[in-house]
């Protein structure tokens, strides 16, 4: 709430007048989608998120939905640059704050915004059942990374210097929600504790299990506890901030 | 709530991205005080409601305040450009949704706000104990009307076409709220029903009394009322507002 003087003429007489203006906080958010997921995943929770007054953005990564011809070559380093150009193309919003910028990713998603919050600045991060890759496959085509082994990977409970992205969340200083599934078969249980333990500096931490979720909420009333989660999460942020303000 | 769709360029590669914008409804409020008041009255209430996502305006009559060596000669006549002058500053602010134009006005004010529904686009319209004068005194100095005769005409049941005031009122089809005060000797109670029975076309009609009150809602408890029945309304309408957006 900001309040400045004006006068008001009339005639010859200047009254004294006051604005009284809101305060206007418009938070950027950005939405990275899983790998085989696209944006379309994305929309129904980034309208209702863009309704608590915030500018959303969704995009496809590439190597999917129109540019689908790619999957099979597209890198995490590449698909890294394509969350840092939206991320750079929602920053530059006109009306967005850049002081309130939120980034919400699912699955391979998670793992880029995990990343990018190395890269720019990030305030909330929520982290929906964030995958994890070995830092020696950044620049393998992702399609090509060796299932097995992966899967042996996030099997592990590792620390934050075994992975640029837990690396990242060690450093991360803003607030993180993390929502795992119960039933997950594809993000194993010790990633996602990874990723929570990893937050050592961050202003706060939340985890939340979906009780019966899957991996890609393919239950229509997971999908929408989730929302339902992350809706509140960020009107609480929001409202936090703008009592700062 | 709007969507458009918008390239992310990555190299040679145009990723297709979705902006998902809030509503921008920012709608303008502006008080206008009693006779012998001022803005100063107005702050509280105009903060509380700024904090709603408007913007307010508040402004001193002529006559007032800074402007008090003219108490003696300005007109209701006068008065009235004052409030048209506050009235277009505030519809010409950048940000104010001009299809949402709020006014609040107590006594004097309030009379002043109802006239003003018929010289300008209002659409939420607030009278708090809203004072009635003859036509017949518009061009006369406010302070020179006399008191006895005045006060014999507040005593009386009016119909819209007795008075430039009401007329308006009767006219008015936005949405009218009436906050009278249960101990008021400055306004008698038939000229509060006379103003609430004028509202023949309105879109919806409020009209609370505040217990124990008097005119000038010296009583901080009762101050408070007010400012809750208000800041309730307003938040009702904004809401309503920007569901039909």
Not at 147 to 154: K, Q
Request: glycine share 6%; proline share 4%.
């Amino acid at each position: 709430m900001s309040e400045s003087p004006v006068n008001v003429l009339v005639g010859k007489t200047a009254l004294s007048g006051t604005w009284h203006e809101p305060n206007r906080l418009i938070p950027g958010v950005l939405f990275v989608h899983g790998w085989g997921s696209n944006q379309r995943n994305n929309l129904q929770l980034a309208r209702s998120i863009s309704r608590l007054g915030c500018i959303c953005f969704t995009f496809d990564l590439r190597g999917h939905a129109a540019t689908s011809d790619l999957h099979a070559c597209v890198t995490p380093e590449e698909n890294m640059a394509d969350v840092l150009a939206a991320y750079d193309l929602l920053a530059a919003h006109d009306s967005v704050d850049k002081s309130a910028m939120a980034v919400i990713g699912s699955s391979y998603g998670g793992y880029l915004a995990a990343i990018l919050t190395s890269m720019r600045p990030v305030d909330w991060l929520v982290l929906r059942v964030p995958a994890i890759y070995r830092d020696s496959d950044w620049k393998k085509p992702k399609a090509k990374i060796d299932r097995t082994d992966l899967n042996a990977y996030r099997d592990l409970y590792l620390e934050p210097e075994d992975s640029r992205a837990l690396r990242a969340c060690a450093q991360f200083e803003g607030d993180a929600l993390i929502v795992e599934s119960e039933k997950d078969t594809v993000v194993a249980h010790p990633t996602v504790a990874s990723y929570s333990a990893a937050f050592r500096k961050a202003h706060s931490l939340g985890h939340r299990v979906l009780d019966g979720a899957d991996h890609g909420l393919t239950d229509p009333g997971c999908r929408d506890a989730y929302h339902r989660i992350v809706s509140r999460w960020m009107s609480e942020m929001i409202s936090a901030a703008r009592e700062h303000q």
